[in-house]
C-alpha cells in the first residue's frame, strides 16, 4: 500500500495510525512528526508565506481564485514516481488544500486510478470520524479506533472538571488579520469544550471576514489570535496590524490583560489528532485553576506578558 497526503493534517493522521513507512508522497507544508521531512514532496505552493503578509496572502488568493487558478502546485512527475495507490485529500477549503477536480485529474494522468479519500471535518466531532474513515480505508480500523478512544478519554477528562465552573467567558477567536476573520468549523466547538462561549464564530460553518465594531460589541474576556498556518513567531510578526485598530484597544480582553497568541498551526489549524491538544490548551488559558497540567512549550503565549518581557529584557 503506498499513500500520498495533499495535506498536513491526513498526514498526522497516517503516522498516527503507524503508517508512516506507507507514505510515499507529502506537501510542502507537512511538517509534523519532524521526520515527514524526508519524504518526497508532490505538492508545493505559488504562495511564498514567509515572504507575504496576511493581507498579501489573502489579495493573492483572492486574485487565483477570479482567475480561476490554484494557489498549489501538482508535481506530476514525482505523483507518478510515487505511484500511489491512496490519496488523500479535503474539499473542505481551497485554500487549504489543491481542489477535488485537480486532485482526479492528477489521479488520472497516473495511469491506474488510486483510491481517493476526500476528509471534510467541519466539527470536532467530525474529525475524530475522519481518523476512522482512513483507518478503514487503509486497514488500520482497530488502530483509529484506539487513537479515537484516548482522545475521547481526554476529552472527558477535560469535560469533568469543568463541572464546578459555572463562568464561561466570552472568547473571540480571530482566524486572519487583515481582513480579519473569526475561527469557524470546529474552532468555536474547541472554545466550547473547553469551557468558553465563542462568539461571531459558528460552529461547524466557515470562518468568515468580520468588522473589529462588531468584535467590540460582542465584548469579549478573552481574544485567542490564531491566524490560520501560523506559528507564534509568524503571529508576533504581524501584530502590528492589530495594534492599529482603535477597538482593539477597548476590548474587555485587551485592557484585562487577557489577549493570547497560541501555535494555530499545530494546535488549531489542522483537523488531526493535535486538535486535542489545542483544546486542553484553551481550558487551560480560560481556567488556569482547574488546568494546570503538562501544556506543550512554546504552544502559546500571553501578548501583554510577552510584551512587557522584551521590554524589560531591553
Known sequence: MRICSFLPSATEIVYALGLEKNLVGITHECDYPPEVSEKPRVIDSFLKPDELNSREIDELVAKNKEQGKSTYLIELEKLKEASPDIIITQGL?????????????????????PDIISLEP????????????VGVATNKKAEAEELCDKLNIRLDSIKRKLEIEDEHPKVFCLEW??????????VPEMVELAGGEPVLGIKGEPSFKIKWEDVLRSLPRFTIVMPCGYDIDKSLDEMD??????????????????????????????????????????????????FSGDIPPNSFINYRNYIYLQDFLG
Open 122 to 133: 467541519k466539527t470536532v466531532g467530525e474529525v475524530l470520524e475522519s481518523f476512522i474513515t
Open 177 to 186: 488579520f487583515d481582513p480579519p476573520y473569526v475561527g469557524g468549523h470546529w
Open 241 to 290: 496590524m492589530v495594534l492599529s485598530v482603535e477597538q482593539w484597544h477597548k476590548l474587555p480582553s485587551t485592557r484585562k490583560g487577557h489577549a493570547y497568541i497560541v501555535d494555530a498551526n499545530s494546535y488549531f489549524s489542522r483537523p488531526g489528532p493535535r486538535i486535542v491538544t489545542g483544546i486542553e490548551i484553551l481550558a487551560h488559558i480560560l481556567h488556569p485553576d482547574l
Open 93 to 113: 477549503c481551497e485554500v487549504c488544500a489543491v481542489s477535488g477536480n485537480e486532485v482526479i485529474d492528477a489521479a488520472k494522468a497516473l495511469g491506474s486510478m
